[in-house]
C-alpha cells in the first residue's frame, strides 16, 4: 500500500516536471488569447528559446543567463507575429506556422554547434531544508527552479488579470475589440503586450525544457509540446488556475510513457509516445462538448480568427 | 446646462440626413424626438454627441459655441447617449462592465479578496438607486435586456452626464419594463437632467415627454408641447401626408378564411444553444398572417429555424396540407415550399461574397445542373431586381454590397417566386427604412392572398396590430397568449409577453380545429 | 518622346499597384532578404544564391531533382487548398502523408507475392484510404464535437509520425535489414512509375491531374458552389439545403487521400520502403505553397516547382557548400512572411 502511494507520489511529481515547459506555453498563450490573438508560433518561440538558452549558458557557464536569454529570444520572435497580425493584418493561423517554421529553422541552423555539449544546471531543492521535510522531502527535493517559478506565475497571472485594471481592458480587448474602442481605449498596446508575454513565456518555457529538464539541446526537441499547449489553452478554458491541471495531463501522459517503458510493458515505446498527444487531444474533445454546451469561456474575439482562410 | 442646436445640416453624399435643423434642450426637460425609421432622429444625436460632426450650423452649450468631435468631448461636457446596440462585454460582469466605462476606475480592483473599496462604492452608487438588487457580480450575458439597459444608464450616470440622449430605449422592451423607464426617465428630468428621448412610438411621448419634436425625411416638421398634441395629429405629423400604414392591404379573401389550416404545428418542442421552445401548436389557414409577438429571446428564432428545417425538433411535427414536413423522428429538411425572410439579411440570407445571381439561384440549388447554366439564373435574377427594384441593378455585383433594404427587397423577391405553401418571416423590416419595410409588407401579404399562409415574427406590437389576423405570444418559448383581433389590447398582449397571465379563452374560437388526416 | 511613353509608363504603373506589383516586390523582397541572410552567416551571398538557382533548375539532372520534390510538396498543397475553400485550416498534410505511406504499405506487405498489376491498384488503393482516414478524423471532431480543426490537425501528425515509426521498429521490421528500421524493399510490382530514367514519378501526374480536376470542380460546379456557400455564409448554405457537415467530411477526405498519395509514392520511388524520416517537413511546405497561391489550385502547380527548387537545392547545397539543411526552413518562412506582409498592405491584395 504504501509503496502504492509512493509510486503514485513519484509519477505525479515527475508529471509536475514534464509539465512545466507545457504549463508556461498554457499560461503564456492563455494571455495571448484572452487578448484576442491567436499564435500557433509558441512551437517556435520555445524551439528558439531552448536553443538560445542552451547556447548561452554554454558559452556563459552561467545555466540563470541561459534562461534570460531564452526568455529574450522567445520575445523577439514572438514580435515577427505582432508585426504580421497587428500591423500587417495577417491571418493570425498564417502568421502563427510562418512564426512555427522560422523558430524550428533558426533553432535547427545556429544550434548544430552546440549539440552535445554540457551545461551547468539550474540545481533543485536536493540538499536545502525542504529535502528534510519527512516524508515529502524525496518528492519536493527533485524540483526545480523553472518548475517554481511557473507555480508562482500561476497566482501573479490570475490577480493581473482578475483583479487590476488593465487585465479588465486586457480581457475586454479579448472579447470585442469594437466594444473596447468605442469605450476609449485602443486594443493594440494591450494585443501587442499580449504577444510579447506569450512570447515570454515560450521562451522561458524552450529554457525550461534544455537549460533545466534535460540539460541538453537537440533538434526539433520540443516535439510539438508548444502545439499541445496551444490546444491544451482550450481545456483550460483560458483560465491560469485550470492551467495546472491541463498542462498535468501532458505531463502524467508522458510520465506514464517512460514508467510504463521502465516496467517494461510489452507495448512499443512508439505507441506509448502517441500518449501526451492522444490524451490531450481527447479531453479537448471533451472539453468541446462542455464549451458547446455552455457557450462560455472562448473570448469571443477568438471566434472570428479561427474563420476564413484567406 | 442648456444646450441649442442651431440650424445644422448634415449629408451623406446624396442624401442630406439633417436639413437645418434647430432645437434646444433645457435642464429638466424631456425632449422627444419623434419620427420614422430614417427620418434623421439619430442622426441629429450622434452630432451631439461627437460622432458625426455638422456640415453646416452649430452647437452651443451654456450659451457658447462648441465643437464637439468626438464622444469623449462630448461626454467631457455631460453629454452621455445610450445606444440601442449596447456597448456591454456579455462574458464579463456588471461591475467589471460598469469599471470598464467608468472614468477614473482604481488600478486595483480587489473586491473578493478585500471587501468593496470606496471607489467601488461609487462606481455602484447609481447602480443601486436605479436596479436594486442587482447582483454586481452577475454576468452580463445573464441579463434580461431592461437589465442591460439599465446598465448602460448607470454608465452614462456613472460619466456624470447632464444631458441624457436615448436612442428607442422602448423598442426592446415589454410593455411594463417600458413604463417602469418611463418612470425612470421622468424622475431623471426631475433630479434636473435634460433628456432627449429618439422614439418612434406614441405611447413614449404620451408618457414621459414635455415637449415633441417631430422630424420627417430630415427635416423638422413642428416641434410642440405635450399639452397641445394629440396622438391623431402626431402620427399626421410624422407620417405626412401619404399615410403608408394604410394603403397595405392585408384582407383576408372570405373564400380562404373557411377552409382548413394548410399548416398545423403540433406539439413542437426543441433546443439549440440557450434558447428552447416548449410545446407549440398552432394552426395556420391559407393566406392567414398569424404574427408571433414576443420579446426577442424568448424562442422566435428557434422556432423560425425549426420551421425550415435549420434546426431538428426533439419532439412534435409539422405538417402541410397533411403531409409531415419536419418530425422529430427524423433529420430535418428544407423545402422549396417554404420560404423564409430573415431579418438582417447580410447575415442570414445571403452569400455577401457571392454575386446576386448566385443568391437568388439558392433558392432551387437542389434543382441546379451538376455544371449549372448561369445564363437563365441571370434572367431571373434580373426580372426580381426590375420587379422589386433593387438597387444598384447589376446581378454580377457581390450581395455584400447591397444596403439592407435593396437586400432584402432581393430575399423577399428570391423567397416569394413561385408556389409556396409556407411563409416564414422573422424580423423581416429590422432596420429598414420605412419605405424599403412597406414595399416588403406590400410584397409579403400580397403572396398570403395567393393561399400561402404566413408566421410572421416582430417585436414591433403596432405593426402586428395593424397587419396580422391573429397574433400568438412566445414568451420563455411557450405561447402564453393568442389574440383575435377583437381582443388585440396593448396591455393584455404585454402581459403575455411578460408572461403574467395565460388566458383561459378557447385559443382559438374563429378557427375551425386541426385535423388532419395524416 | 515624353507623349510615347506617357501610355506606357501609365500602364506599367498601374500593373505595379495591382497583383503584379506586388508579386515583383515580394520576390524583390524575398531575394534581398536572402541574400542578407547568407551575408549575416558569413557566406559569399550572391555566388551563393546563384548556386542555389544553379542547383535547382541549372541542369537536366537538378531540374529532375526538382521535379522529386515538387510532387509531395503540390499533393499536401492541394490537402491544405481544398479545405480551405470550406474556410477551413487543415494544417494535416504531414499526418496524412505518413498515413498513406503507412496504410499502403500494408496492402505491398499484405499482397507482396501478388502480380504487378492487382498490386499497384491494391498499394495506390490503401494509401488514399491512410489519408483519407487522416483526413476525416478531424473532420468528424469538427462537424461533431466543434473541435478546432487546426489543432487536431496538427496533433494528429505527431501520430501519425509516430505510427510509422512504431511498424518500422516493430511488427513490419524487416528481419534482414541488420537491425536497420525498416520495412523490406518493395518489389518491382509496388514501384511507381518513372519517367526518363530519373526519380520523376507518377505522383506529380496525380497532382497536376488532381489540382486540374479540382480547380474545374470548384470554380464551376454546384458542388464547388456549394462550397463556396457555405465558405460565405453555412447558415444560408444549410437554408438551401448543402449540408456543412457532409462537405467537410469529402473535402478533408479527398485533402487527405491526396496527401496520401504523396506519402507511398515517396515509400515507394524514392525510398523503396517505409522508414523513419520519411518526408520531414513537405506537409508544412505544402501548407504555405496553398497560402503562397491563395489557394487557388492552378496557382498551386508553378509555385510546387519552385518551392521544390528550393528544397532541391538546399539538398545539393548541403552536400557542396556545407550549408545546413534548415537553411531551407528559414528561407521559407522568410518568403511566408514576406508574402503574408506584402499581401496583407498591397492596395489590389491578389485575390485568394
Not at chain 1, 517556435?44 to 531564452?70: E, H, K, N, R, Y
Not at chain 2, 434623421?40 to 453646416?56: C, Q
Not at chain 2, 429571446?297 to 396540407?321: F, W
Not at chain 3, 517537413?281 to 496557382?299: D, E, K
Request: proline residues 5%; neutral net charge.
Amino acid at each position: 500500500m504504501e509503496s502504492f502511494v509512493t509510486e503514485l507520489l513519484t509519477l505525479l511529481f515527475a508529471a509536475l516536471r514534464s509539465a512545466t515547459p507545457v504549463l508556461a506555453v498554457v499560461l503564456g498563450e492563455a494571455m495571448t488569447q484572452r487578448s484576442g490573438v491567436i499564435n500557433l508560433g509558441v512551437e517556435g518561440q520555445m524551439l528558439l528559446g531552448a536553443m538560445t538558452g542552451f547556447a548561452v549558458a554554454s558559452i556563459s557557464g552561467d545555466p540563470w543567463l541561459g534562461v534570460l536569454a531564452a526568455c529574450g529570444a522567445g520575445i523577439a520572435l514572438s514580435m515577427v507575429h505582432a508585426i504580421l497580425v497587428l500591423g500587417c493584418r495577417a491571418n493570425q493561423i498564417a502568421s502563427g506556422v510562418a512564426v512555427l517554421i522560422l523558430g524550428g529553422g533558426l533553432s535547427a541552423y545556429y544550434g548544430i554547434p552546440f549539440v552535445g555539449n554540457k551545461i551547468d544546471t539550474l540545481g533543485n531543492l536536493n540538499h536545502t531544508f525542504v529535502s528534510d521535510i519527512p516524508l515529502l522531502g524525496q518528492f519536493l527535493g527533485p524540483i526545480t527552479p523553472t518548475v517554481l517559478i511557473t507555480l508562482l506565475a500561476i497566482p501573479a497571472i490570475s490577480i493581473f488579470l482578475f483583479r487590476t485594471r488593465t487585465g479588465l481592458r486586457w480581457r475586454s480587448t479579448g472579447e470585442s475589440q469594437e466594444i473596447t474602442r468605442n469605450l476609449g481605449h485602443s486594443p493594440v498596446p494591450y494585443q501587442l503586450a499580449a504577444i510579447a508575454f506569450g512570447g515570454l513565456m515560450s521562451g522561458f518555457a524552450g529554457a525550461a525544457l534544455a537549460v533545466d529538464y534535460t540539460a541538453n539541446w537537440v533538434e526539433g526537441m520540443t516535439a510539438g509540446r508548444g502545439l499541445v499547449a496551444v490546444g491544451l489553452v482550450i481545456v483550460a478554458r483560458w483560465n491560469p488556475w485550470y492551467a495546472l491541471p491541463a498542462a498535468l495531463l501532458f505531463g502524467a501522459s508522458e510520465a506514464l510513457n517512460l514508467k510504463l517503458q521502465s516496467w517494461g510493458v510489452p507495448i512499443s515505446p512508439y505507441l506509448l509516445a502517441t500518449l501526451p498527444y492522444l490524451i490531450p487531444l481527447s479531453v479537448l474533445m471533451l472539453s468541446y462538448r462542455g464549451l458547446r454546451a455552455s457557450g462560455g469561456g472562448m473570448p469571443a474575439g477568438l471566434r472570428v480568427v479561427f474563420q476564413s482562410a484567406r | 446646462m442648456e444646450i441649442q442646436l442651431y440650424n445644422i445640416t448634415k449629408r451623406f453624399g446624396e442624401v442630406t440626413a439633417n436639413d437645418g435643423i434647430s432645437l434646444d434642450i433645457r435642464e429638466g426637460e424631456v425632449i422627444a424626438l419623434l419620427g420614422e425609421n430614417g427620418a434623421g432622429k439619430s442622426t441629429l444625436m450622434k452630432m451631439l454627441f461627437g460622432l458625426y460632426t455638422p456640415d453646416e450650423g452649430s452647437i452651443l452649450v451654456n450659451g457658447r459655441e462648441t465643437l464637439i468631435d468626438s464622444p469623449q468631448k462630448a461626454m467631457s461636457l455631460g453629454i452621455g447617449m445610450v445606444f440601442q446596440q449596447f456597448n456591454l462585454v456579455p462574458a464579463l460582469s456588471v461591475l467589471d462592465n460598469l469599471l470598464l466605462a467608468y472614468p477614473r476606475p482604481p488600478f486595483w480592483t480587489f473586491r473578493r479578496l478585500f471587501g468593496e473599496g470606496a471607489s467601488q462604492q461609487n462606481v455602484l452608487a447609481y447602480l443601486e438607486e436605479l436596479a436594486p438588487g442587482l447582483d454586481p457580480n452577475t454576468l452580463v450575458r445573464d441579463l434580461s435586456v431592461g437589465q442591460r439597459q439599465l446598465l448602460e444608464l448607470v454608465k452614462v450616470l456613472n460619466l456624470n452626464a447632464k444631458v441624457l440622449i436615448l436612442d428607442e430605449p422602448t423598442s426592446v422592451l415589454p410593455p411594463q419594463e417600458a413604463e417602469r423607464l418611463w418612470g425612470l426617465i421622468r424622475k431623471m428630468a426631475e433630479a434636473g437632467r435634460s433628456i432627449v428621448l429618439i422614439t418612434h412610438k406614441m405611447q413614449d411621448v404620451m408618457a414621459c415627454a414635455h415637449r415633441v419634436v417631430v422630424m420627417r425625411a430630415g427635416k423638422m416638421v413642428q416641434a410642440l408641447t405635450r399639452e397641445n398634441c394629440s396622438e391623431a395629429s402626431l402620427v399626421s405629423l410624422m407620417m405626412g401626408d401619404s399615410s403608408q400604414r394604410s394603403d397595405i392591404d392585408t384582407h383576408r379573401d372570405p373564400d380562404l378564411a373557411g377552409k382548413p389550416p394548410r399548416i398545423s404545428l403540433r406539439g413542437l418542442h426543441a433546443n439549440h444553444g440557450v434558447q428552447s421552445i416548449d410545446n407549440i401548436s398552432l394552426d395556420i389557414g391559407p393566406g392567414e398572417i398569424l404574427g408571433i409577438a414576443g420579446v426577442s429571446g424568448n424562442g422566435q428564432h428557434l422556432l423560425a429555424d425549426a420551421l425550415v428545417g435549420l434546426v431538428p425538433l426533439s419532439r412534435g411535427e409539422v405538417i402541410i396540407d397533411g403531409v409531415v414536413l419536419q418530425s422529430a423522428s427524423r433529420a430535418p429538411k428544407t423545402s422549396d415550399r417554404v420560404a423564409y425572410i430573415p431579418e438582417q439579411p447580410a447575415v442570414n440570407a445571403v452569400a455577401g461574397d457571392l454575386s446576386l445571381t448566385v443568391n437568388v439561384a439558392l433558392s432551387h440549388f437542389r434543382q441546379l445542373r451538376f455544371f449549372p447554366a448561369w445564363g437563365p439564373e441571370e434572367e431571373k435574377t434580373r426580372d426580381i431586381i426590375r420587379r422589386y427594384q433593387v438597387r444598384p441593378d447589376n446581378p454580377a455585383l457581390g450581395a455584400g454590397q447591397l444596403s439592407g433594404g435593396n437586400l432584402q427587397k432581393l430575399v423577399v423577391g428570391r423567397e416569394l417566386e413561385g408556389p409556396r405553401d409556407l411563409i416564414v418571416a422573422a424580423y423581416p423590416t429590422m432596420g429598414l427604412d420605412a419605405g424599403a419595410a412597406h414595399d416588403i409588407y406590400q410584397a409579403l401579404f400580397t403572396k398570403a392572398r395567393e393561399g400561402a399562409a404566413v408566421l410572421w415574427i416582430s417585436e414591433d406590437l403596432d405593426d402586428l396590430m395593424s397587419y396580422a389576423h391573429r397574433i400568438a405570444v412566445l414568451q420563455g418559448g411557450r405561447i402564453s397568449g393568442l389574440f383575435n383581433p377583437d381582443q388585440f389590447d396593448r396591455l393584455d398582449i404585454g402581459r403575455a409577453m411578460t408572461g403574467e397571465h395565460l388566458p383561459t379563452a378557447d385559443p382559438a374560437p374563429a378557427e375551425p380545429q386541426a385535423r388532419i388526416a395524416s | 518622346m515624353t507623349i510615347t511613353t506617357q501610355p506606357a509608363v501609365r500602364f506599367g504603373l498601374r500593373l505595379l499597384r495591382g497583383p503584379t506589383g506586388a508579386v515583383l516586390i515580394m520576390a524583390a523582397t524575398f531575394v534581398l532578404a536572402a541574400l542578407t541572410f547568407f551575408a549575416i552567416n558569413g557566406r559569399e551571398s550572391i555566388s551563393l544564391f546563384q548556386e542555389m538557382v544553379m542547383g535547382a533548375f541549372g541542369d537536366g539532372y537538378s531540374f529532375s531533382e526538382t521535379l522529386v520534390k515538387t510532387a509531395p510538396i503540390l499533393l499536401t498543397a492541394l490537402a491544405v487548398a481544398l479545405p480551405a475553400r470550406l474556410g477551413l485550416i487543415s494544417v494535416g498534410g504531414e499526418g496524412q502523408l505518413y498515413l498513406g505511406a503507412l496504410f499502403g504499405t500494408g496492402a505491398v506487405l499484405a499482397a507482396v507475392d501478388q502480380p504487378g498489376w492487382l498490386l499497384m491498384p491494391l498499394m495506390l488503393m490503401g494509401a488514399m484510404a491512410g489519408g483519407a482516414l487522416w483526413g476525416v478524423i478531424p473532420g468528424l471532431l469538427k462537424t461533431r464535437l466543434g473541435v478546432n480543426e487546426t489543432i487536431s490537425t496538427l496533433l494528429l501528425n505527431y501520430v501519425g509520425v509516430l505510427l510509422v515509426s512504431f511498424v518500422v521498429h516493430g511488427p513490419w521490421k524487416n528481419p534482414n535489414s541488420l537491425g536497420w528500421p525498416a520495412t523490406i524493399e518493395f518489389p518491382q510490382g509496388a514501384i511507381l512509375p518513372q519517367f526518363f530514367d530519373t526519380r520523376v514519378h507518377m505522383g506529380l501526374i496525380f497532382g497536376v491531374v488532381a489540382a486540374i480536376m479540382l480547380h474545374i470542380l470548384v470554380t464551376r460546379s454546384r458542388w464547388g458552389l456549394g462550397l463556396q456557400v457555405s465558405r460565405s455564409n453555412p447558415r444560408v448554405g444549410a437554408t438551401a439545403g448543402i449540408s456543412y457537415e457532409r462537405n467537410v467530411l469529402i473535402v478533408m477526405a479527398i485533402g487527405g487521400l491526396l496527401a496520401g498519395l504523396a506519402g507511398i509514392a515517396e515509400a515507394s520511388v524514392i525510398q523503396n520502403r517505409l522508414q523513419d524520416g520519411l518526408a520531414s517537413g513537405y506537409g508544412m511546405t505544402g501548407f504555405l505553397v496553398a497560402w503562397l497561391a491563395g489557394q487557388h489550385f492552378l496557382r498551386i502547380i508553378p509555385l510546387s516547382v519552385l518551392m521544390g527548387g528550393l528544397l532541391a537545392s538546399a539538398d545539393s547545397l548541403q552536400l557542396y557548400a556545407q550549408l545546413p539543411k534548415a537553411s531551407a526552413d528559414i528561407l521559407q518562412a522568410l518568403l511566408f512572411i514576406i508574402v503574408l506582409a506584402v499581401a496583407s498592405l498591397w492596395p489590389n491584395r491578389p485575390k485568394a
